[in-house]
């Protein structure tokens, strides 16, 4: 019987609840709260568990799905749907999410129904499009938009957010924040809105809150990557104190021969439909891993040893071993970036060992 899988990702809970406590004292010192952003872990519980002991109370994730794993795992923290919602889901954001970002009237208006329905009032937070042109009211629409939102009974608006760097790769600049933040006086003092949560963004964030001498009313910061893998995200630069090795993939040498460097023939379309070209280093010790494409994002990572991945397939990655004289059995080791990460988290071909 097979109990484990060859390929796996090493979660180290030690590292991971310092990088919390971290980013809580930095952040904290302006008074900007911390929502913590699972998808990248695809809301696993006993990941979640440590944001949430180390003093989280906001978990916000993309995936319906990965709240309701966190909400049956009776994890201790408030859930918010960090995407808006399709219309054809709004029953189940009230069931899971206690709160949902929102830019759409009558995804609204159907959650309104959906929450009347289970005599609830659910909370959500509008976005604003500060011009990283992915989700978000445009300013100019905002009043009329919130005036029709106070109409509907079972909803109740407690936040507005921006997110940036995320499609277009715009810059959460002091500009951009003071904007936010009057877009915020405005809706609080003319419809009398106590907003609990003036969200001013995401990992990206974090070069706007060092040389800023004043975050204004921002009191809240949406953060994944940073807790995860310890780096702001505009330059990828890890942040002072923080670990950037929570996650290791690991993974098993099945094949290793000295071979050329180079295909031998005429040469087509490879297995995804690219034509990939090959350094000719003559003959070298090519080592193959059990895994590819169909487990993690072979792009997002980077080995630990000086080796280097030649390519891959949905099943196969290739090494050239260099000087590590890679053998069969042998394990390598490797940092995972953002995409990596979500994607062995997502894959279940991929066992999950916690460190702690
Ligand atoms: C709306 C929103 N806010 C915050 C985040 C978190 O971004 P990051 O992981 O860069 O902190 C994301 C992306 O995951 C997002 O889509």
Redesign the pocket.
């Known amino acids: 019987m097979i109990d484990f899988m060859s390929s796996r990702v090493e979660i180290d809970l030690v590292k991971l609840g310092s990088n919390v406590e971290v980013l809580l004292k930095l952040y904290g010192a302006k008074q900007i709260g911390i929502?913590g952003?699972t998808?990248?872990i695809c809301g696993t519980p006993k990941i979640a568990q440590v944001l949430v002991s180390k003093g989280i109370q906001l978990l916000?994730d993309?995936k319906i799905g990965n709240l309701k794993k966190m909400r049956e795992a009776d994890i201790k923290a408030e859930l918010v749907l960090?995407?808006t919602p399709s219309l054809s889901e709004t029953d189940l954001v009230i069931k899971y999410a206690d709160i949902s970002?929102n830019t759409e009237l009558a995804v609204i208006k159907s959650l309104s129904a959906a929450a009347l329905r289970r005599d609830v009032q659910h909370k959500i937070i509008l976005?604003i499009d500060m011009g990283d042109m992915?989700?978000g009211i445009l300013p100019v629409d905002l009043s009329p938009f919130i005036e029709e939102v106070l109409l509907l009974p079972a909803i109740k608006i407690v936040g507005i957010?921006a997110?940036f760097?995320?499609l277009g790769g715009v810059i959460p600049t002091d500009e951009k924040m003071k904007s936010l933040c009057l877009l915020a006086a405005h809706t609080q003092a003319v419809y009398q809105l106590p907003l609990a949560y003036i969200s001013g963004?995401?990992?990206?964030n974090y070069n706007w809150f060092l040389v800023s001498e004043n975050n204004g009313t921002i009191n809240n910061?949406?953060?994944?990557?940073?807790?995860?893998l310890g780096r702001e995200?505009l330059g990828r630069t890890k942040i002072p104190d923080m670990f950037t090795d929570v996650f290791t993939f690991v993974a098993e040498v099945i094949e290793s021969k000295m071979k050329s460097s180079v295909p031998d023939g005429d040469t087509g379309q490879n297995a995804f439909g690219e034509s990939p070209q090959f350094q000719n280093r003559g003959l070298i010790r090519r080592a193959i891993l059990g895994v590819g494409c169909q487990d993690v994002l072979v792009t997002g990572l980077t080995p630990r040893l000086d080796i280097e991945i030649l390519g891959s397939s949905s099943d196969h990655t290739v090494i050239d071993s260099k000087r590590a004289d890679l053998q069969v059995g042998d394990e390598v080791r490797f940092d995972l970036n953002?995409g990596a990460l979500l994607s062995v988290m997502t894959s279940s071909d991929v066992d999950k060992l916690y460190i702690s």
């Open positions: 929502m952003v998808k990248g916000a993309s960090l995407r970002i976005m992915r989700e957010g997110n760097a995320c963004g995401n990992s990206a910061l949406r953060l994944g990557e940073s807790i995860f995200t953002y």
